[in-house]
């Protein structure tokens, strides 16, 4: 019995903990962190479209080139295989006559 | 708005981070602001959203940081243990009742917690709070009373807990 009271009591006490409190106050330098996060953030988003645009451009032709280069290389590597080929099919044959000659 | 954030997370640094990040949201979208509502309805909304958002973060790392301590027992601590939190504006006598009343206010579910807090923290009227909660009336005044009721439950544990 004095137990569950006291269990009670000690409830209630809890519960009524909260009166007369006082409101947390932040870290004083809260807001100039605030306004240093929001200066920071201006600076970094509201970059205009003038500036940005020709970036863009300029990456965009930088890809476009590169894209090309290698294109160009690969071709041109192509019609090398294709002649060294060719060359050394003849130069077989050449030797495939000379080998029935020798014979 | 600190005041808020702190009631609900229960960490100094957390609490500053949300202010922060309440303040940087309402100035960026203060056009979308929809005058239906109040601004401080508004700015309550946002905080306690942002608050709830931090919460649940809170709770995926502590089931992180349970997953990882099976494998690794030292690195399985959480950073920030909330179990032992003093709030700053509670008197210095009721400071250990204070300690034990938000330890059992963490384990409430969202929709509880925030009524509890905005009406016995914020001391806010039940139609603000329904305001901020964007639900009745009657519905605010069922959580506070099942939220009494569930912190009563809770405090009972902590302290037949104790006298063990």
Known sequence: MNKSSDKEKWVNEVLSSTEGMKKAEANPFLYEKIIYKLQHRETVQDIPAKVLLPKWILAGVVILLLNSLVLVKEMNRGKNIRNTDTQGMGMLSELGNQTTYNY | MFNTAISFVQQQEWAEDIAQEVFIEIY?????????????????????????????????????????????????????????????????????????????????????????????????????????????????????????????????????????
Request: aromatic share 8%.
């Open chain 2, 28 to 164: 960026q979208s203060i056009e979308k602001f929809n005058e239906l509502s109040s601004l401080g309805t508004w700015i309550y909304r946002v905080t306690v959203n942002k608050c709830l958002d931090q919460i649940r973060a809170q709770k995926r790392q502590k089931r992180f940081a349970f997953i990882t301590s099976l494998f690794h027992k030292d690195n399985g601590e959480l950073i920030h243990d909330t179990s032992n939190f003093e709030h700053p504006g509670i008197l210095a006598e009721r400071k250990e009742q204070a300690k034990a009343l938000f330890q059992a206010i963490q384990g409430l579910p969202e929709a509880q917690k925030t009524a509890f807090l905005l009406s016995q923290i914020e001391e806010m009227s039940q139609k603000e709070i329904a305001e901020i909660m964007n639900v009745s009336v009657k519905a605010v005044e069922s959580l506070i009373q099942r939220a009494k009721a569930s912190l009563r439950k809770k405090l009972e544990n902590i302290y037949d807990g104790r006298r063990k």
